[in-house]
């Protein structure tokens, strides 16, 4: 994978999704499409397919993410971020956004307080999705400099 002096990605990259509603993924889906085109996303439905898949993945190393999106209900927050603090340990060099449908003061704190990177409140229309994602890409591909290996 090509990557610029900061990091930056510039050929296809592995993004695991961790999400149990359909609809979501499809939206989700969507807009990596069409606004991150490099990113090929890897969709996990639950804690325990993710961790498998991360586990699998990193003795593997060309196929680990490089960036991950975390919806905290699966199906519970107890779930999620029971995971991202178990991630947070295992792969601390992983970048996990918190990807919620709940705007609430407390969920972010506590996001943050347990490891995560970024918090973004799911939108409720597929342009705002879209705009979204096009910010995503524009901080997490073109600002940040990001670890070169996990």
């Known amino acids: 994978?090509?990557?610029d002096k900061r990091g930056h990605r510039k050929h296809p990259f592995p993004?695991?999704?961790v999400e149990n509603n359909k609809d979501h993924q499809l939206i989700?889906?969507?807009c990596l499409r069409a606004n991150i085109p490099q990113a090929e996303p890897i969709f996990a439905t639950t804690a325990k397919e993710a961790k498998a898949f991360l586990q699998?993945?990193?003795?593997?190393?060309k196929t680990f993410p490089q960036l991950m999106l975390l919806d905290p209900f699966l199906p519970n927050l107890t779930k999620g971020f029971g995971l991202l603090t178990e991630l947070r340990t295992a792969y601390p060099l992983l970048p996990i956004v918190i990807l919620s449908h709940q705007q609430d003061q407390q969920l972010v704190n506590e996001s943050y307080q347990r490891g995560a990177h970024s918090v973004i409140i799911k939108?409720?229309?597929l342009?705002?999705?879209?705009?979204?994602f096009q910010r995503l890409k524009d901080y997490w591909l073109d600002v940040v400099?990001?670890?070169k290996k996990f």
């Open 1 to 3: 994978m090509e990557v």
């Open 15 to 17: 993004l695991l999704v």
């Open 127 to 132: 342009a705002s999705w879209e705009q979204q």
């Open 28 to 30: 989700i889906g969507y």
């Open 123 to 125: 939108s409720t229309g």
């Open 56 to 61: 699998l993945s990193f003795a593997q190393r």
């Open 145 to 147: 400099s990001l670890p």
